[in-house]
């Protein structure tokens, strides 16, 4: 939401916020490994917890950068505090859900992602109306250290007594000679690529491509996150009726995660074409709804495919890749925007991108990892 008021006050260029913008995600994505190995071993509640309260520190240290190299290295330390999020959800699902509830549970959890960015537009923006980019980074950071202390006030960590008595984790040179394990981390690259243009570029491209206004970007661009909410809910649903119905795990998982990268790429395409502002929105809210219909699947896969002793380490290596794919989005469109003066060929290139992770999935994800 900020991106346009940043860049006119550090005068940076677009492809220079594109740095900026992917800063966070190359942080995030290195820091996968160790943080995953720490979950499996100390558990979510206090590597969360103190993930969360670096998380805030950066975000609030950002509204007072006075140059790029300030604001990529607060971007940084931001990216290392997000990167226990995801994998402490999935580890949190396979301990205190039976089989028959993980999808919707992960979809819940999933579900955040979208849902403060549908939120959050309005309330950004009032505050940067209010008091400057710079105060609205500092509020947030201050929400963020609220939210942790709620965290390490209520969450307690649980282990089903099977898992209590199971082996120490797994060792990693298992988990990386699993042919599954690769195919669910490129896969994901596609999905992490089409999610992080969006939240990389959303706004950024409804003011300079679609010329709204500030005010009118804030409400817009939380449009498409509701619908991104809806998915991510519906997605953990679907996960659980398929394998109810008698689809096999593994396959109740990869039919969403396959279908909805292909429709969200697809109406990504679309919104390439659409000849007003209302119908270039309904069809990113369409593949938002889409690829969040299949981050939820995802995220179930790894939940499924995982050895009981192993889960947030599978999920941070699959969500590496995913941060990888994402981590490119932003230099890429920033790139593809500044030399085209355009997003034509930025959404086009998020489509392909789509549809090459959905096929990844589709042939490279067969049988559980533990199986492999």
């Known amino acids: 939401m900020a991106n346009p008021l940043i860049a006119a006050d550090l005068r940076l260029k677009p492809s220079q916020m594109g740095v900026l913008l992917s800063a966070f995600l190359w942080a995030y994505a290195l820091a996968q490994a160790p943080a995953g190995a720490l979950i499996d071993r100390l558990g979510p509640r206090r590597l969360l917890g103190g993930a969360m309260g670096l998380w805030s520190l950066a975000q609030a240290a950002a509204g007072f950068a006075g140059s790029l190299p300030q604001f990529i290295a607060a971007r940084l330390v931001l990216g290392v505090g997000e990167a226990p999020q995801f994998p402490v959800g999935a580890r949190v699902v396979r301990q205190w859900f039976e089989p028959k509830h993980r999808g919707f549970a992960t979809g819940v959890f999933n579900s955040a992602s979208t849902l403060a960015p549908a939120i959050g537009p309005p309330l950004v923006t009032a505050l940067m109306l209010g008091f400057g980019w710079r105060g609205a980074f500092i509020a947030t ?3 963020g250290f609220v939210v942790a202390l709620i965290w390490l006030a209520l969450y307690r960590d649980r282990e089903a007594p099977a898992e209590r008595e199971a082996a120490p984790p797994i060792a990693w040179r298992r988990l990386l000679a699993a042919p599954t394990l690769w195919a669910m981390a490129l896969g994901n690259a596609g999905s992490g690529y089409m999610n992080w243009f969006y939240a990389a570029w959303l706004p950024g491209y409804l003011e300079m491509e679609r010329h709204l206004s500030v005010p009118k970007t804030g409400w817009a661009a939380a449009i498409p996150y509701v619908f991104g909410f809806l998915g991510s809910l519906t997605g953990g649903w679907l996960c659980d009726r398929l394998a109810a119905s008698g689809v096999t795990p593994m396959l109740s998982r ?3 995660i396959v279908t909805g990268l292909v429709a969200g790429g697809a109406f990504t ?10 119908l270039a929105i309904a069809a990113i809210s369409a593949a938002l709804f889409f690829a969040n219909l299949a981050g939820a699947a995802i ?9 009981a002793n192993a889960v947030a380490s599978v999920g941070a290596i699959q969500n590496f890749g995913g941060l990888m794919g994402g981590a490119l989005a932003p230099i890429a469109t920033g790139l593809l925007v500044e030399a085209t003066h355009s997003f034509v060929a930025a959404l086009a290139a998020t489509a392909v991108a789509a549809f090459g992770g959905a096929a990844i999935y589709l042939l490279g994800v067969r049988r559980a990892i533990s199986d492999a």
């Open 141 to 143: 950071g201050l929400a």
């Open 254 to 256: 990869k039919i969403p």
């Open 269 to 278: 395409g679309l919104a390439i074409l659409a000849p007003s502002d209302p």
């Open 299 to 307: 995220w179930a896969l790894a939940v499924t495919a995982a050895p």
